[in-house]
């Protein structure tokens, strides 16, 4: 009889490690679903279109509502780096008589043209803030540098009169065309590498 408690004991007791270890696997493989590039995208196609239809209801000069984009750009950069460090951008507001292009990509320009033969180039507005990381191996100490995020460091933007009736933007080698109206209109291009890095560019506009 005691034999038998005992295997019964041992085999319960076997069944709830087994149990406790089934747990432990399936939670350590249950992740939250990561904020998607295409999400981050269409965030702030939406909370650009309220920056600008907020100036727009409350008679805001022009001047102030193209700060309080790119105002607003600088804020959406900072906590969408912080789920995708890779993301960048690039923006384009205003009209037939004057707009706005700003370079929120890192290190390189991109080329501007416009249907009035204008052509000019804006460095990128970005940069890696790295630190470096200190480690040892044994009696042997070495140190590696690590990119821990993009900062804004310097003016991206280029403000354009008369471009005309369409602008043409150069950004890596790929082209994005865009219709200039007698209205305002926003446009934006969005990035991000993947871990393949293969790079992954979004267009769309706002307003």
Do not use: C
């Not at 105002?71 to 959406?76: A, E, G, L, P």
């Amino acid at each position: 009889m005691k034999r038998a408690q005992f295997f019964i004991i041992t085999s319960l007791i076997v069944t709830i490690i087994i149990a406790g270890l089934t747990s432990i696997v399936n939670y350590s493989v249950v992740q939250p679903e990561p904020i998607k590039f295409y999400d981050l995208s269409e965030h702030y196609e939406a909370e650009t279109t309220k920056v600008i239809d907020s100036g727009v209801y409350k008679d805001k000069s022009e001047e102030l509502i193209r700060a309080d984009i790119d105002n607003f750009t600088r804020d959406y950069l900072e906590y969408a780096q912080e789920r995708d460090p890779n993301l960048q951008l690039v923006y384009i507001y205003g009209n037939a008589e004057r707009v706005t292009i700003a370079n929120y990509r890192k290190g390189s320009a991109i080329s501007v043209h416009t249907g009035e033969e204008v052509n000019v180039s804006i460095e990128g507005g970005l940069r890696d803030v790295v630190s470096k990381v200190s480690y040892g191996v044994g009696e042997r100490q070495f140190s590696r540098d690590v990119v821990e995020r993009m900062e804004h460091f310097k003016k991206v933007q280029e403000e354009i009169q008369n471009p005309g009736d369409w602008i043409r933007i150069d950004i890596a080698g790929a082209l994005h065309d865009f219709n200039l109206q007698p209205g305002n209109t926003f446009y934006f291009v969005l990035e991000t590498t993947t871990p393949g890095n293969e790079t992954i560019r979004r267009e769309l506009t706002s307003a």
